[in-house]
């Protein structure tokens, strides 16, 4: 059969966010006589419900872009108030350096950021964000509010998004820094919210996310509200421990031993006694270069140190902050920045492996065959 002459354009050549549109048929099938769908580009709309697929999957997953977002503005206190596991709401207020009304309406455009605008910087990245898409995909899937204000500003800006589609802007009055309020999430996404867990379950992955952002920055003061709950206050600390002490109470940290070892690769931290266990990993947080990452490597580095002293699927508790040159570790391979990749893996599986078993190797209940009676740095044994 005949081929049809006319020219196919090559999928290289199409503009990137096309999409088939089988409404808008104008070109049949010359074997079949079938309308075939025309490229057309996505609507703006639609480009960001779809990052933000990738990007939100759950209330804790906006925390997280909106703390790291505070953090990265040099926020000293965070403020976070959840309602209904953050389902119905989500409110993060900091003191930050804020943002211009300019800025403030720029940060809602895709793929608009100020961390980051060549192939250099974003190898050397040290942001937490850097994509340019957390807050126009929240957006489009809630009903959003943003207001900021800089030190130079008489007033600051308010931008309401109340449908995922429609924008207004107004002046406000408010102190210097950034309130983001997410309510109603996934409200015009239906099929999304319906896979939502129970409000407990999410929650608790936002209380999470409070937790590992609180430990990897112990100078910024936190504090976490839950439909109208004080759950978390933890004031700036003068040390990695105090703040270990505040979010993970005294039973953990008294069964904590400081993990250190310098090099190109340095570890430092806390793990637990082999005693002070439990049959997952939560109790690991692992950060990369001050970034929380579930990294298999580094996890799995932490269970080699202790060896025999753990059971099979058994994990300690550990604090841990491995900081290497930036561009050894790749944090640009999940949508939600949550692993990374290593330049080279096994150097740094040694190293974490070699912190844990050189602490391990010095602390007092080894000597005693793992008796239980030494006590870990907080001043007492586990409990």
Known sequence: MPRSSRPVAPLLHRPPHAILQPGAAQVRCPRTGVGMAVIRVMPDWLKNQIAAGE??????????????????????RIDVEVVSGGIDLIRVTDNGSGMSREDAELALERHATSK?????????????????????????????????????????????????????????AMAVGTEILVADLFHN??????????????????????QRMALAAHRVHFELTADGRKVISAPPEASPLARVFTILGRRICDGLYECRLAGRIEVSGFISRPDLKKRASSGLFTFVNGRFVKDRVVVQAVVSGY????????????VLEVHLPAGEVDVNVHPAKSEVRFERSNEVFAAVSRAVRLTLSEAPWVAEEFGGQGAGIGGQGAG
Not at 189 to 210: D, G, S
Request: negative net charge; contains cysteine.
């Open 307 to 318: 060896g025999t002293l753990l059971g099979r699927g058994e994990y300690p508790y550990a």
């Open 116 to 172: 980051c605008a060549s192939m250099e910087e974003l190898r050397a990245i040290a942001t937490f964000g850097f994509r340019g898409e957390a807050l126009p995909s929240i957006a489009s899937i809630s009903r959003f509010t943003l207001r900021t204000r800089t030190a130079d500003q008489a007033v600051g800006t308010l931008v309401s998004i109340p449908d995922g589609l429609h924008r207004t802007v107004e002046d406000a």
């Open 189 to 210: 996404v239906p099929v999304r919210r319906k896979f939502l867990k129970t409000e407990h379950t999410e929650y608790q992955a936002c209380l999470e996310v409070v």
């Open 55 to 76: 990007v939100v999957e759950r209330p804790a997953s906006v925390l997280k872009e909106l703390l790291e977002n505070s953090l990265d503005a040099g926020a000293t």
